[in-house]
């Protein structure tokens, strides 16, 4: 109220409603200057919350909808380094390049045949893609940066993490319980 006092007081006479305080109080209490504003705070959140939900509940925030993007690029791509010409030839995978030897008028072109290693490199980048969003790529897990005092850890703890199973999953469920 006193921001708002001083506010109306910087401007024209005619312009404000009032420069009184006791009247800017009054109008709060009377209209619920606090409880509206409250409640249109909570609409804003209410609405940037449900859009944040939306945006995460849909397209390719979901699992499912990237592993099929995926696969799509991976089907594309295998298309793309199977793909034969007329003389049988995957020309996809062996690039036409000229390269020269020489300089000056001595200089001679030389056509080649280039390997797409950057296809291939793309392939297989897709195909690990999938494994790590469908979980059948295991990732490495740096256990020297944990800082683990390993003798806190249970007789079932080192059990399980002995036989594979992930330490962050176990330490996990040992401070739930």
Partial sequence: MRLLAE????TEQNITP??????????SSKFEWVNR?????AEI???????????????????????????ALAAFLEGQLYE???DGVYHNVWLPDVKQI?????????DIERFNAALLSEYRATLD???????????????????VDVANLTDEQLERIANG????????????S
């Fill in 7 to 10: 506010k109306y007081g910087e």
């Fill in 18 to 27: 009032t420069r009184s305080k006791a009247t800017l109080n009054q109008w």
């Fill in 37 to 41: 504003a409250a409640t249109y705070d």
């Fill in 45 to 71: 959140e209410r609405q940037k919350n449900d859009r944040a939900r939306d945006i995460m509940q849909s397209g390719l925030a979901l699992e499912h909808e990237r592993a099929e993007k995926l696969k």
């Fill in 84 to 86: 034969r010409g007329e």
């Fill in 102 to 110: 020489g300089s000056g008028q001595y200089a001679e072109r030389v």
């Fill in 129 to 147: 893609d999938i494994a790590k969003e469908t979980g059948g790529r295991k990732q490495n897990i740096n256990t020297r940066s944990m800082n």
């Fill in 165 to 176: 199973e992930d330490p962050f999953s176990v330490l996990g469920s040992a401070s739930a």
